[in-house]
């Protein structure tokens, strides 16, 4: 027994060998290692990049040579490092710990060295080169702006990281990829697919020709163009408007969603992101967290939605049968909330839904919303209906479109009073929540979610889900999600009596100032109060300037939200502003010079200032000295 | 005696075993080491140059070791153990550290390891402790004697550190079972490694869920009149969940974070994708590197010099502890299958040979020589392909290194010598 025990003991460890080597070399192994084996180079045939084109046709964005310094550390000879860093424009530091890190990553894989010389830079070197054993140049494409706007639709192209690396095994270092934007959710498209070559080396790293006889190795696809909805002109002169103030405008077409312009002030050049100086300046834009160049106003800024809601509920009334067209609420200058007055700008007096609209009468709307509570046993279910509606206009959610980043908004809900206030009909009713009537409350929207909910007025309760992809490689898309019409819980007959209202407005409403010859606008103003936290204290700042119109009121073909942080009355700067973007892009031209100059000038800087000087500030001044007497009129009856 | 009575007494088969793998090894090394600059074979600047020096200066110590008397090995085993054991404990102060490990004694040309002496001392005078008339290896004293003489050396080398080494060392207690050890010891040993690894794989419960099952089975299968010894049993149940729930403390407390990654990576405790993948890159990066190379030589292999992976350097210490992955991935599984059978061949024969025996000293030397070669060959494979944990020691007649080839070839030549004297009795 124990004679057998050891020859038993190398007998079994000799089976157990054999069967893992077997395991590992005969079960496991597959002939198709190519990708993990290191001995096989693979040589990649980059596409071009897709073009990027306006609604129109007009370039946006094309394609620039680029050429990156690569180097491969194992070939690396001695050389005269002070001459290639003098041509290269970095210093030696640099240079050592560029080689370092090339050589961690691989001592015989070409890692990029200098990403993206400019052609002056690559001129001068290329005579060089051969002096340097280990280094070559490679040749890429880098985006050219045709435009110094929209950079917040376009987004922007940068080196692949760790993390996209790990994502996504198409994507090897040095690589570009979209960052944001249109560059980002439509990659896919734009990138193509590089061809790949599959090369076999010897044992001194000698290329000795295709592996497998090339029958692995692919063709490069090419990307597509595409065209974007956005209308360039119109954007370039949104831009333009916006300079000097802060938030966003965006436009859409009613008739299919189509987004026209999406404007975020203050913005940036989209050139600043390409070649070398792009992470310096990334990091200027990123880190400027005053104004915050790089966020987009136009989709993530979320704040209450002012008067320009009340047109939601004057529908959500009529829908429920709260309210008739005819049905009145008498306006004493204000309303009263339990003993408290509210104050109203209106001017007092007898309203109906027509001159409650364009009048803008808090104290109508607040007896509309309660009547709407009445219509229903319970406080609870009344919310719960009213949620429905406001949300049928894509409040409070993404609202599923192709943009890169967004906020949702919100929207209360019954369990949401439930929480601050508690459960049941005696703890909250319309009267609590009476602000939401006015557009104050516990609503919050994105300029993009205003101009939808405008679209879907104008389009008399439907909308389509608004996105900026109009042509992929010259066709029309055909995306079910973009092309369905998404209804509204509001019948058709209740839109005109609103939209009377809302034409109204610019008749003889709080709006008559910004009338366009021979179009035909319906709109909303907005002044809405305006509370921040600075250093932890609720603050309120000048009150914001908000407005939503649709034009030509017959056949709609602009659905427009502006909202302007800081600007005061609704119709002072964002209604200015509206009115100059429909005629823009209504007539092409603009026929109210003096308003347009008006409006390029002047600036909102010294409002943005206040809360960062350290001193008392007034808010809600009117500042004469700037304003003729024309104006003075025009701001008397702005409200 | 001639040396021509002693070459055709010799056992020529175990010289063609150890021949044949001196070969594979050197080949294997030259792929590894190989520069395209190289110019000849025999430039001994280069690490297969030298290993080829090596190998002829193992050839010359042969002759040596052969035309010894056989009973100078038997008679001078103690002083040479002192003298390995003087050199061990001389490391302490003249010890030359390569890679963390003060295992080296530097003499300009060469550098000498003195543990590696100590084994071939070991076994020697193991095998003379044992082989005494006044030995008796039942009672206790005797058992303490024989394992303090594997002890000593590797108490000595541990702290170098060099714990592959110090496991030669126990590996020589299959010397002492052979001669009359109980094998419950074994038994018990072997039990405690068993659950050991189960703990961690599976935990405590799971292993007392296991002997719950185990019970019941044997309480179901059992002869009607067969008597439970129910109070050992008891005790052994017991025993064994206590040690299990020690095997956690351990596991976690006295273990350094090494030992666990180690343990964690043989295995598998790790399964989340991202995080193995992190491992693959950090403390498990020599074990998947050589077991890529190893898939990826297939069936036949890439061929001679061809091994991608061996080219770029991939698989670290390639030429040392890790020379198996290179026969793995320029010769495949046909060249691995080869090397494994060989040993298994080699370590039979020895087996043959030392059952064979007239004296007790020849055959337990013979079989401590099977001990050390086993262990080295069981370990560095098994690290290799990835079935044990890393344990940094070197393939017998194969890894790159002087003073390695050197004492194994005497620790073997040493027995060849004593069995082609075996029909001479009592010199």
Known sequence: MKKLLLSSIIVIIGITFLGRLSYLQIFSFSPDQVLEDPAIKRVYDYPERGYIYDRNGKLLVGNDPAYDVMVIPREVRELDTLELCGLLKIDKEKFKKELRKARIYSPRLPSVFVPQLSKEDYAKLQEKMRHYKGFYIQKRSLRYYDTNSAANVLGYISEVNERDLAKNPYYVQGELTGRTGVEKVYEDILRGRKGVQYIQKDRFNRDIGPYKSGTLDTLPEQGYEINITIDKELQEYGERLMVGKWGGIVAIEPSSGEILSMISGPTYDPSLLVGRKRSANYSKLHYDSISKPTFDRSISFEKSPGSPFKAINALIALQEGAITPSTTFTCHHGFFIGRHKKGCHCGGGTRNLNNGIYLSCNAYFVGAYKKIFEQFPSNSEAMDAWEKHVKSFGLGSYLGSDLYTGRPGSVPSTDLYNKWYGVGDKRWSATTTYSNAIGQGEVNVTPIQLANMTAAIANRGHFFTPH???KVDGKKIDIPDFVEPKYTTIDKRHFEPVIQGMADVYHKGTARY???????????????????????????????????????????????????????????????????????????????????KRMLERTLEHEYAKPYSGKEFKINEYDWSKHSTKYKAENQSEQ | MTGKSVLKRLDWLTVLFYVLLLTIGWVNIYSSTFSESDSSIFDFGTLHGKQLFFILTSFASIIILLALEANFYERFSSVLYIISMVLLLGLFVFGKTIAGATSWYDLGFFNLQPSELAKVATALALAKYLSDIQTDIKRNKDQLYAFLIILIPAVLIIPQPDPGSALVFFSLSFVIFREGLPLYYLGIAFFAILVFVTTLMFGTIWITIGIALILILFFLLKKKKFKVPIIPMAITVILTILFSLSVDFVFNNVFEQRHRDRFGLWLRLEKDPAKLEKIRKTIGYNTYQSEKAIESGGFFG???LEGTRTKGDFVPEQHTDYIFSTVGEEWGFLGTATVVLLFTFLLLRLVYLSERQKTGFARMYGYGVISILLIHYFINIGMVIGVLPT????????SYGGSGLLFFTALLFIFLKLDANRLKEGI
């Open chain 1, 468 to 470: 900026v992809l109009k």
């Open chain 1, 514 to 596: 910004v009338q366009i010859p021979d179009i035909e606008i319906a709109g909303k103003t907005g002044t809405v109060e305006n509370y921040v936290k600075i250093d932890s204290v609720r603050t309120q700042l000048t009150d914001n300037s908000v407005f939503v119109a649709f034009a030509p009121v017959d056949n709609p073909k602009i659905a427009i939200a502006v909202y302007i942080q800081n600007g005061y009355y609704g119709s002072r700067y964002a209604g200015h502003i509206a009115s100059l973007m429909i005629e823009k892009y209504i007539k092409r031209e603009i026929t109210r010079t003096d308003l347009e």
């Open chain 2, 302 to 304: 890439k061929g001679f």
């Open chain 2, 391 to 398: 344990i940094g020691i070197p393939l017998p007649f194969f």
